[in-house]
């Protein structure tokens, strides 16, 4: 069966799409009669897309394969690679499932690869001849055909059985975030239908400070506490989360560090109420956890519980932005 929840330029996917796709795919793997779930989608949003299903579909429900594919060209363009990751995607499909479907047998040597012995419960993402595990998809490159191949990125010519075993280890840093809102559904008890998760999901607001060369951060902040959603009247902490829950992701410099003009704005943030989490604007830096900054601000917390400094668990800037919202919409 073939289902569209939307058809977009992935540039303009909203919560709500993301939330059409994951009822859909719900649907799809409750479904006795779907096998596997193949899933064509937009590349400038898949790694957001798959790290929000990674986070809120709950993994005993992952009983079959699970494969996302998309194209760098358009499937009209000459030289497109359109066709060619759908062929690595059917062909994954086909390795999960072990060729053991009723009826006309499937043929995966008339794929591009042969791929044998993966684990039937796969979720990922197949593009360019390799596949990526769903938490692990990042896009390194705006244009190459192999935008989404890193370092977790498996080659579909290789046994990859005993290499997905490695990194689902691996990936187990990763769980606890997926476990906030994934395990025993919570994150459906929580929404209970698409009109509340929406409406949930407006009650947050996630702004993003790139620290540069030149800003004027007071200029910035200020900004943000002229429009900073105040409380009720009641001054309580659950008028105030009632009406928005407010944070500021900060993309510093290198390894975390935080122009020493930044500091005081974010103190002033933190006492309006808002939550900071500081990340690197460098793609492949590890961000240090015990900076003279870090130390200074995590010393203070406001009453409100929501208003903390700290720092990003290891996650790409993308993928954070995906999980503060869900923070946002669901403390």
């Keep these: 069966m073939v289902k569209s929840p939307y058809s977009i330029g992935s540039q303009h996917a909203t919560w709500w799409h993301l939330l059409k796709l994951r009822a859909t795919l719900l649907d799809a793997l409750q479904n006795p009669e779907v096998n596997a779930v193949l899933v064509t989608h937009g590349t400038d949003s898949m790694e957001e897309v798959l790290f929000f299903l990674y986070l809120t579909i709950p993994p005993d429900l992952i009983t079959k394969p699970?494969?996302?594919?998309?194209?760098?060209?358009?499937?009209?363009?000459?030289?497109?690679?359109?066709?060619?990751?759908?062929?690595?995607?059917?062909?994954?499909?086909?390795?999960?499932?072990?060729?053991?479907?009723?009826?006309?047998?499937?043929?995966?040597?008339?794929?591009?690869?042969?791929?044998?012995?993966?684990?039937?419960?796969?979720?990922?993402?197949?593009?360019?001849?390799?596949?990526?595990?769903?938490?692990?998809?990042?896009?390194?490159?705006?244009?190459?055909?192999?935008?989404?191949?890193?370092?977790?990125s498996v080659a579909l010519t290789a046994p990859l059985q005993g290499h997905l075993t490695g990194l689902a280890a691996s990936g187990n840093a990763l769980q606890h975030l997926a476990g906030q809102w994934a395990s025993a559904n919570a994150f459906d008890m929580w929404t209970r239908s698409e009109q509340r998760a929406v409406a949930l999901f407006q009650t947050g607001r996630?702004?993003?400070?790139?620290?540069?060369?030149?800003?004027?951060?007071?200029?910035?902040?200020?900004?943000?506490?002229?429009?900073?959603?105040?409380?009720?009247?009641?001054?309580?902490?659950?008028?105030?989360?009632?009406?928005?829950?407010?944070?500021?992701?900060?993309?510093?410099?290198?390894?975390?560090?935080?122009?020493?003009?930044?500091?005081?704005?974010?103190?002033?943030?933190?006492?309006?109420?808002?939550?900071?989490?500081?990340?690197?604007?460098?793609p492949a830096a590890i961000l240090a956890t015990k900076t003279g900054e870090l130390t200074e601000l995590d010393a203070y917390k406001a009453a409100d519980s929501w208003a903390v400094f700290e720092a990003a668990p290891p996650v790409s800037l993308p993928k954070l932005l995906v999980l503060e919202g869900l923070r946002a919409a669901f403390p």
């Design 66 to 152: 699970v494969v996302f594919t998309g194209s760098m060209l358009p499937s009209d363009a000459p030289q497109s690679d359109a066709q060619t990751n759908l062929a690595d995607a059917i062909a994954c499909v086909i390795g999960a499932l072990g060729n053991n479907l009723p009826g006309k047998p499937m043929h995966p040597e008339k794929t591009v690869h042969t791929v044998k012995c993966l684990p039937r419960a796969l979720f990922g993402l197949a593009m360019n001849g390799h596949f990526t595990p769903a938490p692990w998809v990042e896009k390194h490159h705006a244009t190459a055909l192999g935008a989404f191949n890193g370092e977790h």
């Design 206 to 282: 996630i702004e993003l400070l790139y620290c540069h060369v030149g800003a004027n951060y007071q200029s910035l902040t200020q900004h943000l506490l002229q429009s900073t959603v105040v409380s009720s009247s009641s001054g309580t902490h659950q008028a105030r989360v009632a009406i928005s829950r407010q944070t500021v992701v900060v993309a510093a410099y290198g390894n975390g560090s935080l122009p020493n003009a930044l500091v005081p704005e974010l103190r002033a943030l933190l006492q309006s109420g808002w939550r900071v989490v500081k990340h690197t604007r460098v």
